[in-house]
């Protein structure tokens, strides 16, 4: 059973807990979300705690989190999207923990079950809608209406905007959740080659190098998809905000 | 029997989705595959609906949990810390210009003082050098006019004497010419011819 490669994302009950029929159960992704919090919180906590003048290097990293979110923020939705700020840090700092906490063997990784990409995915989307239509009213709908498109194509491009928009929750959750579920079963079958080739024997462990060196090569890899996909998800966060704060500007 | 008919149907229900119906308690003793079916019930684990709501229930309140921290606590805290920091940079680069304006006033006052003893220098070597030329030319001057006085004393004297000397030329002939006649001719003369005579070659 160690060797099937979507063993690693099977949710299995610590504490059962059912409520009104529904199952709530503390489970082993319930743990790895609150190790994700715990190890995301800690880390920024305890680093900043000496609000050092001239910052350590741990210091250094959770300032530096900080100002790029702050920047990425900035560039893509404007100084009034800065509202959004604690939500895109939140954000990217659990997607990024989530991410890395998987890396490491045995562990859970959180952001490979689809329905918790799509939450935070339908949580973005939503406070773009929400907030657009408390800021603009039915302006907000000025959103699907592109300006300089020629009366005749309108129907048209208003449709495709309107589908390009109601897609963003999917192709938001699905992006992460592919992201990491297909490197992490890729890890795991060239990890699973090198067990079984290195079964067989001189030759068997001989073969197994290739597989091995893929492995290696495949963990820095994934380190790098790890924080690539956070990014992502925080830019493009960063970009839907915008729209909830200029609906008109595109 | 009503009991055991609705037991029946719900392991039926269990089973059609567990693969196995009968042992749906027993299976995972047996084997690893069997195993992971009773626990997937046969889907692929991310896409497996039946622990959704929990992982929403735990996503909400884990997450929540997290962006009251990050908005209550770590943001106002990083934000504080890179503003006093902001502070404390644009504090210094305040403090460095108002010395560097300082330093720059303290040179200019350094050369304006410069400039000033250097003129007054100047001006005293000026007034010296002035001075000593005036007394050397009041020295002169007064050197010169002691000569001329001197100068002037001595032709006075000269000419006097010149004066004196021509005036007794007259008396020293008479005699000359008296004794002159006394011993030619042994007789006298009048002193009024002789002055007459002398006279008359002096007018020659």
Known sequence: MSNDPTHQF??????????????????????????????AAGFLYLTTSQRGLIPTRAQSVSEMSYEFIASMLREGAGSQGMKFFPMVFSLFMFILTANLLGMFPYFFTVTSQIIVTFALAVFVVGTVILYGF????????????????????????????????????ISLSVRLFANMLAGHITLKVFAGFVASLSAFGALGIGGAILPLIMTVALTGLEFLVAFLQAYVFAVLTCMYLNDAVHPGSH | MFVTAAYAQSTTTEGAEAHDAAAAGEVHTETGVAHEAEHGSGVF?????????????????????????????????????????HDRIAQDLDEASRLKGEADAAISAYEQELTDAKAKGHSIADTAREAAKNKANADRAAVEADLATKIAAAEARIADIKAKALSDVGAIAEETAAEVVKQLIGGTATKAEIAAAVKASAGN
């Open chain 1, 10 to 39: 099977l949710v299995n009950k610590i504490v059962p807990i059912e409520i009104g029929g529904i199952d709530f159960s503390f489970t082993n992704a319930s743990l790895f979300m609150v190790a994700t919090v715990g190890a």
């Open chain 2, 45 to 85: 684990p991310p896409f497996d609906s039946s622990h959704f709501a929990s992982q929403l229930l735990w996503l909400a309140i884990t997450f929540g949990l997290f962006y009251l921290l990050m908005s209550k606590v770590i943001i106002p805290r990083i934000g504080g810390i890179l503003e006093t920091r």
């Open chain 1, 134 to 169: 408390y800021k603009h009213g039915l302006g907000f709908l000025k959103l699907f209406v592109p300006h300089g498109v020629p009366g005749a194509l309108l129907p048209l491009v208003v449709a495709i905007e309107v589908i390009s928009f109601l897609s963003r929750p």
